[in-house]
C-alpha cells in the first residue's frame, strides 16, 4: 500500500451525525442553560411549597388557620388601639 | 434561511450574541460534520462521538460572549472536539479499558456492507490501535486537512513534534492496516 492511497483513503474517513443532531443540541442548551429552579414544573411546585411553609407557620405561631391569623391581626383589639390614642 | 446561509460564521456568532438564536442552528449545520469526523476518528465509537458532539456546540454556546473572532469557528471547534476527545480517552482507560480485537476488525471487513463503508470501517480500527498522540496528528493534519502549523496550534505541540508524529503515525497505520487488519486497497 503506497503513502499516497492511504492518505486518500484517510480523505475519506468523514462522518455527519443525524438529521436531528441540531435539534438534540439545542434543546440540551435549553435544558442547561434554563437553570433547574426556574423550569415550569419545578416553579410550581416552589411556590406550593412557599404557601404550605408559611401556613404551618401561622399555624405554629397563633394555633389556628383563621383569616386574622394569616393576616397577623390575631392579637389586635380595638382596646389597643384606644390606649394607644389616649395615650397621646 | 437563505439569508443566514449567506452570513459568515462571525455574523452568525454576532446575531446569536444579540439574542438570535435561530442563528445557532445554522452554525450547527455548518460545523456538525467536522465534530462528528474529529470524534469518530479519535475515538472510535459513535454513541461516545455523539455525547461529544452535543459537549463541544454547548460549550461553545456557553463561552459565545467570550469567543475572539481572531480564529476561525471551525479551528475553535476542532480544538474543543480534540480536547473533549482526549479527555474521554483518559476516562476510557481509568474506567473501562478497552482493546480492539483483530477478530472484530476482520468481522467488520467480511460484513454485507458495500466495501467502501467496510473500507472505512477498517481504517478507522486501525486508527484506533495508534497511540492517540500519533492518532490525534493524523486525525487533524490527514483527515480534516489542516496544515502542519495550524495542527500544532490545536494540539499545543511545537511544528517539527507534528510532522514527526505525522511520519510515525502514517508508517504505523501502514503496518497495522496491512499486517494486522488485512486491508487490500484496490
Not at chain 1, 440540551?28 to 419545578?42: A, D, S
Not at chain 2, 454556546?61 to 475553535?76: D, N, P, R
Request: overall charge neutral; some cysteine; hydrophobic content about 40%.
Amino acid at each position: 500500500m503506497s503513502t499516497h492511497k492511504l492518505e486518500n483513503q484517510l480523505k475519506d474517513q468523514q462522518y455527519t451525525f443525524s438529521a436531528n443532531f441540531a435539534a438534540e443540541v439545542l434543546e440540551g442548551i435549553r435544558r442547561e442553560i434554563i437553570p433547574i429552579l426556574l423550569q415550569p414544573r419545578w416553579l410550581f411546585l416552589e411556590i406550593a411549597a412557599s404557601v404550605v411553609l408559611c401556613m404551618v407557620s401561622v399555624y405554629l405561631q397563633d394555633g389556628n388557620l383563621s383569616v386574622e391569623a394569616i393576616l397577623g391581626l390575631s392579637e389586635y383589639s380595638e382596646m389597643t388601639d384606644y390606649y394607644g390614642y389616649v395615650q397621646l | 434561511m437563505r439569508d443566514k446561509i449567506s452570513n459568515t460564521d462571525f455574523e452568525l456568532v454576532n446575531k446569536v450574541l444579540n439574542g438570535d438564536d435561530s442563528c445557532f442552528e445554522e452554525l450547527i449545520n455548518r460545523h456538525q460534520s467536522l465534530v462528528a469526523s474529529v470524534a469518530m476518528n479519535m475515538l472510535g465509537d459513535w454513541d461516545e462521538a455523539q455525547e461529544i458532539g452535543h459537549q463541544v456546540f454547548i460549550r461553545f454556546y456557553k463561552s459565545l460572549s467570550k469567543f475572539k473572532q481572531e480564529a476561525k469557528v471551525s479551528t475553535y471547534l476542532t480544538r474543543i472536539s480534540m480536547n473533549l476527545s482526549l479527555n474521554t480517552l483518559k476516562r476510557r482507560k481509568v474506567y473501562a479499558p478497552r482493546s480492539y480485537t483483530l477478530e472484530h476488525a476482520g468481522l467488520a471487513y467480511q460484513s454485507d456492507v458495500s466495501t467502501d463503508i467496510a473500507n472505512k470501517e477498517l481504517i478507522n480500527k486501525g486508527l484506533q490501535m495508534l497511540e492517540e498522540k500519533h492518532r490525534s496528528v493524523v486525525t487533524l493534519r490527514m483527515i480534516q486537512g489542516y496544515d502542519t502549523l495550524e495542527t500544532a496550534n490545536i494540539l499545543g505541540i511545537p511544528k517539527g513534534t507534528v510532522l514527526s508524529r505525522l511520519k510515525r503515525g502514517i508508517d504505523k497505520l501502514k503496518v497495522i492496516l496491512i499486517n494486522d487488519l488485512k486491508y487490500e486497497h484496490t
